[in-house]
């Protein structure tokens, strides 16, 4: 079965940083391209970035793009998400997911932007 | 990277069938195969219930359909039972090599 596990998440001041990490167990790790989504409370999903499976690909969103870092160790089953000049609107839940087609989600980890 | 148009609200009752519509461009909805379908409800972690617009996961039930015509996607849910009663969002692969979400729709089973 395959599961992945979001942590790192918590209270950050703006302009702050976090690192989030997602754990994956039950799969191939370096076979899946992996992605992060986020939520903010009450709101819709929102793509964020994509990293492929050897981390020669990878895409963000404009509204990260240059503040957050995806990377992967394939050695560890592990994906991170490097969050830098974090903004009130960066306020969410995060999962990772797993897949082009984002078929497998982790739980999701709360990060709080406030002051 | 606007998100994809998706009506706020559906409403059915058990029984009936629904279609919930997305709306995208040539440059994402239109122009790849890459259309996904989520279910969410309350407090619960998305589910992928359509994938390459009219795919189904193992274990979705046939109930839930995909479809696309032009620069729409549609999913349709038939034979509405009370657990449909959830958030629904699309998904789409774009040509700036990003993925873009509809805005999401709440559906309500009557």
């Known amino acids: 079965e395959v599961q992945l596990v979001e942590s790192g998440g918590g209270l950050v001041q703006p302009g702050g940083s976090l690192r989030l990490s997602c754990a994956g167990s039950g799969l191939t790790f370096n076979h899946f391209n992996m992605h992060w989504v986020r939520q903010a409370p009450g709101k819709g999903l929102e793509w964020i970035a994509y990293?492929?499976?050897?981390?020669?690909?990878?895409y963000y969103a404009d509204s990260v793009k240059g503040r957050f870092t995806i990377s992967r160790d394939n050695a560890k089953n592990s994906l991170y998400l490097q969050m830098n000049s974090l903004r009130d609107e960066d306020t969410a839940v995060y999962y990772c997911?797993?897949?082009?087609?984002?078929?497998?989600w982790g739980q999701g980890t709360l990060v709080t932007v406030s002051s | 990277q606007s998100a994809l148009t998706q009506p706020a609200s559906v409403s059915g009752s058990p029984g009936q069938s629904i279609t919930i519509s997305c709306t995208g461009t040539s440059n994402d909805v239109g122009g790849y195969n890459y259309v996904s379908w989520y279910q969410q409800h309350p407090g619960k972690v998305p589910k992928l219930m359509i994938y390459e617009v009219s795919n189904r996961p193992s274990g979705v039930p046939d109930r839930f359909s995909g479809s696309r015509s032009g620069n729409t996607a549609s999913l349709t849910i038939s034979g509405l039972q009370a657990e449909d009663e959830a958030d629904y969002y699309c998904?789409?692969?774009?040509?700036?090599?990003?993925?873009?979400f509809g805005g999401g729709t709440r559906l309500t089973v009557l």
């Open positions: 998904n789409s692969y774009t040509s700036s090599s990003t993925w873009v």
């Open positions: 990293i492929s499976g050897s981390s020669d690909k990878i």
């Open positions: 997911a797993a897949k082009w087609e984002l078929i497998y």
